[in-house]
């Protein structure tokens, strides 16, 4: 069964950092590109940061130099590292492979229930 499970969210202040966790089973992770998204209620599903097979990562502008993202292929986790969060990076944040996209949002909580992050002034 294909399933993430994300983890780390939490209610932070502005300036503060997170660690997100997104534990993968189901299909073979090793070669998936992966990514998190993020999504705030009436808004779209963003992806905000990916990271493929071979190690190569992106990030959308408004998070550079502010995220991390990396993975283990031995405990098939990735990981986001947020740090210098702001009010704006308030969302749910979910994990999937990129190429889920085609077959539902990754924001819909099908593979995975996602992970609150709350950035307060």
């Known amino acids: 069964e294909v399933q993430v499970v994300e983890s780390g969210g939490d209610s932070v202040q502005a300036g503060g950092s997170l660690r997100l966790s997104c534990t993968a089973s189901?299909?073979?992770?090793?070669?998936?590109?992966m990514g998190w998204y993020r999504q705030v209620p009436g808004y779209v599903c963003e992806l905000v940061s990916s990271i493929r097979s071979d190690g190569s990562t992106s990030y959308i502008d408004s998070v550079k130099g502010r995220f991390t993202i990396s993975r283990d292929n031995v405990k098939n986790t990735v990981y986001l590292q947020m740090n210098s969060l702001k009010r704006e990076d308030t969302a749910v944040y979910y994990c999937a492979a990129l190429d889920w996209l085609e077959r539902r949002s990754p924001c819909d909580g099908y593979w995975g229930q996602g992970t609150q992050v709350t950035v307060s002034s």
């Open positions: 189901g299909f073979t992770f090793d070669d998936a590109d």
